[in-house]
């Protein structure tokens, strides 16, 4: 059974940093790519940032380039979304996804695989 678990959200000041965790199991990670969402209220699921574990290949929204960083741990299965110059318009529950593929994609229906979501509020 494929199971992903995100951890690591919470409450952080603006220019803060938080680092999401996704912990995955019940696939092999190197052929799988991981993709992180945010969800917003009122707006549908948004890509943010991904990575293909096996050859490393990364995604970054515009909004988030220079801010974010996504890697991956194998030896864990788990995947990371280290955020840093935190915006209040980040705030949002973040889902990772993933899917039985090498090509990151940015469309929700493309990963049949998602994690319960983690909220990150960045407020002062």
């Known amino acids: 059974e494929v199971q992903l678990v995100e951890s690591g959200g919470g409450l952080v000041q603006p220019g803060g940093s938080l680092r999401l965790s996704c912990a995955t199991s019940?696939?092999?990670?190197?052929?799988?790519?991981v993709t992180w969402f945010q969800k917003v209220p009122g707006k549908e699921r948004e890509a943010v940032s991904g990575?293909?574990?096996?050859?490393?290949?990364?995604y970054y929204a515009d909004s988030v380039k220079g801010r974010f960083t996504v890697s991956s741990d194998g030896a864990k299965s788990t995947v990371y979304l280290q955020m840093n110059n935190l915006k209040p318009e980040d705030t949002a529950t973040y889902y990772c996804?993933?899917?039985?593929?090498?090509?990151?994609?940015?469309?929700?229906?493309?990963?049949?695989?998602w994690g319960q979501g983690t909220q990150v509020t960045v407020s002062s």
């Open positions: 019940g696939f092999t990670f190197d052929d799988y790519a």
């Open positions: 990575i293909s574990a096996g050859d490393g290949g990364t």
């Open positions: 996804a993933a899917a039985p593929v090498a090509q990151l994609r940015t469309w929700v229906g493309y990963y049949p695989y």
